[in-house]
């Protein structure tokens, strides 16, 4: 059964660019929800998407925009690249209803340096 | 938002030392979870939580929930070099399980580094 796949794995963008990071749920999972990872720090929720639909949202700003497709999988698109944006984007698959947070699995992440 | 304040932010620990460490928040949680994270890879669940004052065991990892609902440790006892990894705190406030909600957002902490010597 696999978990949670993200791509690419690694990714290295200039500032100004754009760039979009891919994620596939767990099988059974119908939420995705990405958080970002500066180094030496917590993940940063972003944002979750349910029924291609975004549900939530954290403190980031219009430049971070997402998509979630009949299949379930998600996108993460970044916009006008900052050196700031360079961290490990990590994708978390989840289903409805509710059962509790134990039903999060995260992936192995994106790691993006900005340049 | 939040704010977790996790400690110790690093540990170095002779193999078979017990270890210890806590998390605290300005914001009541209705779960509180610790993860793992090895280099390279996503963070995985070693505990849930989901009642104040909840004593956890998962194998040699112990975890309790606070009463106030605002703090929780996590103890590991006999360290083993494999333990060696980041270990984060995450609160969890629940959504209600109404059509249009779904599973709430994790607010984690800034992580505890653990280095164990063999």
């Known amino acids: 059964d696999a978990g949670v796949t993200q791509s690419p794995t690694h990714l290295i963008k200039t500032r100004g660019q754009q760039v979009t990071l891919r994620c596939s749920p767990k099988?059974?999972?119908?939420?995705v929800s990405w958080y970002q990872q500066a180094l030496g720090q917590g993940p940063q929720f972003i944002f979750q998407?349910?029924?291609?639909?975004?549900?939530q949202r954290g403190n980031f700003p219009d430049r971070f925009s997402g998509h979630q497709f009949p299949n379930y999988s998600s996108e993460l698109n970044v916009n006008a690249l900052l050196l700031g944006d360079s961290a490990l984007y990590l994708c978390a698959s989840s289903h409805r209803p509710y059962k509790g947070t134990y039903g999060y699995t995260f992936g192995s992440g994106t790691r993006l340096t900005v340049v | 938002g939040q704010q977790l304040n996790q400690s110790p932010q690093s540990m170095f620990i002779q193999e078979g030392e017990d270890v210890s460490m806590n998390c605290t928040s300005s914001?009541?949680?209705?779960?509180w979870l610790w993860y793992k994270q090895d280099p390279g890879e996503g963070p995985v669940l070693l505990i849930a939580?989901?009642?104040?004052?909840e004593l956890t065991s998962n194998g040699r990892l112990t975890a309790q929930f606070g009463i106030t609902r605002k703090d929780s440790f996590l103890n590991i006892s006999a360290s083993i070099p494999s333990d060696v990894g980041i270990y984060f705190c995450?609160?969890?406030?629940?959504?209600?399980?109404?059509?249009?909600?779904?599973?709430?957002?994790?607010?984690f902490g800034r992580g505890t580094q653990l280095t164990v010597w063999p």
């Open positions: 995450a609160g969890h406030q629940n959504q209600k399980p109404d059509r249009g909600s779904t599973l709430g957002r994790l607010y």
């Open positions: 914001s009541i949680f209705n779960t």
């Open positions: 099988s059974g999972h119908d939420t």
């Open positions: 939580l989901y009642k104040a004052g």
């Open positions: 998407y349910y029924e291609e639909e975004e549900r």
